[in-house]
């Protein structure tokens, strides 16, 4: 039940934060599953994906 609430927590801080801040938290955050991934994914701009893609690699 925790883990649950941890990611609701992480998911608030997601919605809120700047595009930066975004890249920050998807990129240093542990212990998600590929399904909790993906839902922030889905909040994620569009238009800075290859943002994202590049702090990844």
Known sequence: MENVTDFENIKERFKN??????IEIYTT???LTVEQ???LLRMFPIKYLD???QAMS
Do not use: H, R, T
Not at 17 to 22: C, G, I, M, T
């Open 17 to 22: 934060a700047s595009v930066d801040e975004k």
């Open 29 to 31: 955050v542990q212990g």
């Open 37 to 39: 991934y993906k839902e």
């Open 51 to 53: 943002k994202l893609e």
